[in-house]
C-alpha cells in the first residue's frame, strides 16, 4: 500500500533561519503530492500541491519539488517567521478501490523562536 | 464564503453512550470524509462517501456509522462499541474523483475534540 514518511519532530528554528522538512513516499503508480499546515485547534489547510513529477508547488514563501527519482517531496522555505509555527502533514493522493485515497505523513512540527 | 463547518467544537461522551459529530459543507463537493487524528499518529480514515446515499467503510470504522442523505451532510456517530473514542475528529471534503480528479486537495473543517467523561 502507500506511505508517507516525514522527519520527526518537534523542529525548532530562530526566526529567519532556512527550513526543511523531509518527506518521502512510497506508491504504486502517479499520485499527487501535497503540504499541508495544521495551527493548533484548527483543521488542515491546503499549503501546496504538486502533481507530476518536477512540478513545483509554492506558496506565502514555502515550496517543495516532486521528485520521482528519489520518491520524495521536501518541504522549504528560506526565512521562517514566528508565525509560521504549526504542524505540517506531506501527503499523497491517488485513485484507488474507485475513490481518491489520501495517505498522511505523521505530521511535523515547526517551532519558531524570536 | 464556502467551507466546512464542524460542531460541536468539543463534546463529551457517558460510558454506553452514542454521541454524533455533524459537518457541513456548501462547497458543493461530491466526497466527504471523516478522519481521526491521535497525537503522533497522523490521520486515519474512518468512513468515506463519494455520492449521496452511498458510503463505504475506511481503515478504522469499527465503532463508528455515517450516513449520507443530502450533499451537504455527512454526520459521524460514535457508537458505545468505540471503546477508545478520545481523539479530534475531522471532516474533510473535495470535488471527488470523476474524471481522474485525485489530483484535487481536500477541504477540511476545524474539527471536534471528543473526549470521554
Known amino acids: 500500500g502507500n506511505s508517507v514518511t516525514q522527519m520527526e519532530g518537534p523542529v525548532t528554528l530562530s526566526e529567519e533561519a532556512f527550513l526543511t522538512i523531509n518527506c518521502t513516499y512510497t506508491a504504486t503508480g502517479y499520485p499527487s503530492l501535497f503540504w499541508y499546515v495544521q495551527y493548533p485547534g484548527e483543521g488542515l489547510q491546503l499549503l501546496l500541491k504538486a502533481t507530476k513529477a518536477d512540478d513545483k508547488g509554492s506558496n506565502k514563501g514555502f515550496e517543495a519539488t516532486y521528485r520521482k527519482e528519489t520518491t520524495s517531496f521536501h518541504l522549504e522555505k528560506g526565512s521562517v517567521q514566528v508565525s509560521d509555527s504549526a504542524v505540517y502533514f506531506c501527503?499523497?493522493?491517488?485513485?484507488?478501490?474507485?475513490?481518491?485515497?489520501?495517505?498522511f505523513g505523521t505530521g511535523t512540527k515547526l517551532q519558531v523562536i524570536p | 464564503d464556502g467551507g466546512i463547518t464542524q460542531s460541536p467544537k468539543y463534546l463529551f461522551r457517558k460510558e454506553g453512550q452514542n454521541v454524533t459529530l455533524s459537518c457541513e459543507q456548501n462547497?458543493?463537493?461530491?466526497?466527504m470524509y471523516w478522519y481521526r487524528q491521535d497525537p503522533g499518529q497522523g490521520l486515519r480514515l474512518i468512513y468515506y462517501s463519494q455520492i449521496v446515499n452511498d458510503f463505504q467503510k475506511g481503515d478504522i470504522a469499527e465503532g463508528y456509522s455515517v450516513s449520507r442523505e443530502k450533499k451537504e451532510s455527512f454526520p459521524l456517530t460514535v457508537t458505545s462499541a468505540q471503546k477508545n473514542p478520545t481523539a479530534f475528529y475531522l471532516c474533510?471534503?473535495?470535488?471527488?474523483?470523476?474524471?481522474?480528479?485525485?489530483?484535487?486537495?481536500?477541504?477540511f473543517g476545524d474539527g471536534t475534540r471528543l473526549s470521554i467523561l
Open positions: 474533510a471534503s473535495s470535488i471527488g474523483d470523476r474524471a481522474g480528479y485525485s489530483n484535487q486537495p481536500q477541504h
Open positions: 462547497l458543493n463537493h461530491d466526497a
Open positions: 501527503a499523497l493522493s491517488d485513485h484507488s478501490g474507485g475513490y481518491q485515497k489520501v495517505t
